[in-house]
Every structure is written in C-alpha cells, then in structure tokens.
C-alpha cells in the first residue's frame, strides 16, 4: 500500500487535528496509508524549547523516510507563499526521490500575489523587461503557483500541483484541491 505524507500548515489551525484527520480519512477512502501524524507522540513538558523543535524536527523527517509520496498543501500561509516547513518537507521527499504532488487554495500565480498582495500593485518594468516592485526586486514570472523551484520540483518527480480556488473564508480548510490530488495518485499509481 501507497503510504503518503500529508504536508501542510494545517497544524497551525485552531481546528488543526480535526482537519488532519479529515485528510487523512480522505487519503483511506482513496486506497492509500498516510503517515503518522506529525509530533503525534511528541508532548511538551517544559525545558528547552529549540531541543524539541529539534526532536519534532526529526520525528518528521522519519515519517518522511517511511512515506512514498508526498501531498503538501502550498496554499499561501502568512503571506503571498506556501508554509516554510511545508516547502521543507516538499524538498526533501523530492531528494529522496519519492513522487509528490501539491495543491494551493488559490489560483493566481505567484508573480500575481507577489505584484498585488506584497507591492500593492506598485510595480513597473525594468530596463531588462523584467517586472520589479518598488524596491527594484525582480517578481519571478513563470505562471506557477510559487517560487519555480516548487513547481519544477514536483514537475520532475512526476508529481504534479492541483490549483483550485476556494472562498477566502475556506482558503485554509478546503479540501477540493486535495481530494484531487488523491484521485489522481488513485489513478495513474494504483489504476482506479
């Protein structure tokens, strides 16, 4: 059976475990195992705290190592990008050489989000033809969905990103683009 990682900034969620395991029930309902979930045996009992990020840190990467494909949510988190973590854990199953795919809850592209949420529109060409901000910072253009080495990493794996535009209200929480995902690997890896 098809283990999968789910990757995301769902932890950080006010209703961040039931929306895990709603994923996670999504991913049996297509035929496939997903992964123990992140920090599940991982309590806090004071202390230092750089140490069991560390520990929380690793315990990922080991769920990593046990997974065969990975599914990150790169909706846009605190920001015009994806989850730091997320894009993490993405690079690294992509080194191991596992598939992986990715979805985002918005469908503008990148240099759209960049261009309108971060410069406010407040951007002009350059000298090169290239768009820039006000600060003279060149917006990557490639009608992806973030940076080109997300998109290009997921591309080369055989993977592939869903885009789907969900109410502002479900951005976080809308599961549609995901659920594609599942039915995708359903098919093309497990022909259903």
């Given at each position: 059976?098809?283990?999968?990682?789910?990757?995301?900034?769902?932890?950080?969620?006010?209703?961040?475990?039931?929306?895990?395991?709603?994923?996670?029930?999504?991913c049996?309902?297509?035929?496939?195992?997903?992964?123990?979930r992140?920090?599940d045996f991982?309590k806090?009992?004071?202390?230092?705290?750089?140490?069991f990020?560390?520990?929380?840190?690793?315990?990922?990467?080991e769920?990593?190592?046990a997974?065969?494909?990975v599914?990150?949510n790169?909706?846009?988190?605190?920001?015009?990008?994806?989850?730091?973590?997320?894009v993490y854990?993405?690079?690294?199953?992509?080194a191991r050489?596992?598939?992986?795919?990715?979805?985002?809850?918005t469908?503008?592209?990148?240099?759209?989000r960049?261009?309108?949420?971060?410069y406010?529109g407040?951007?002009r060409?350059?000298?090169?033809g290239?768009?820039?901000?006000?600060?003279?910072?060149?917006i990557?253009?490639?009608?992806?969905i973030?940076?080109?080495?997300i998109?290009?990493?997921?591309?080369?794996?055989?993977?592939?990103?869903i885009?789907?535009?969900?109410?502002?209200?479900a951005?976080l929480?809308?599961?549609t683009a995901?659920?594609?995902?599942?039915?995708?690997?359903?098919e093309?890896l497990?022909?259903r």
């Amino acid at each position: 059976m098809i283990r999968v990682y789910i990757a995301g900034p769902e932890v950080f969620l006010p209703e961040g475990f039931a929306q895990v395991e709603r994923k996670r029930a999504l991913c049996r309902q297509y035929g496939m195992e997903p992964s123990a979930r992140q920090g599940d045996f991982l309590k806090y009992e004071g202390g230092d705290k750089f140490t069991f990020g560390t520990m929380i840190s690793r315990h990922n990467e080991e769920l990593m190592d046990a997974s065969d494909i990975v599914i990150a949510n790169l909706t846009p988190f605190r920001g015009v990008s994806a989850d730091p973590g997320t894009v993490y854990e993405l690079g690294y199953m992509v080194a191991r050489g596992a598939r992986a795919f990715g979805y985002t809850n918005t469908a503008r592209p990148y240099a759209t989000r960049v261009a309108q949420d971060y410069y406010g529109g407040d951007t002009r060409p350059a000298e090169t033809g290239r768009l820039v901000g006000p600060d003279g910072l060149m917006i990557e253009n490639h009608e992806m969905i973030d940076n080109l080495m997300i998109d290009g990493g997921i591309a080369r794996s055989g993977g592939l990103v869903i885009r789907h535009e969900a109410p502002p209200e479900a951005r976080l929480t809308d599961l549609t683009a995901y659920e594609a995902c599942l039915a995708r690997i359903a098919e093309t890896l497990l022909g259903r």
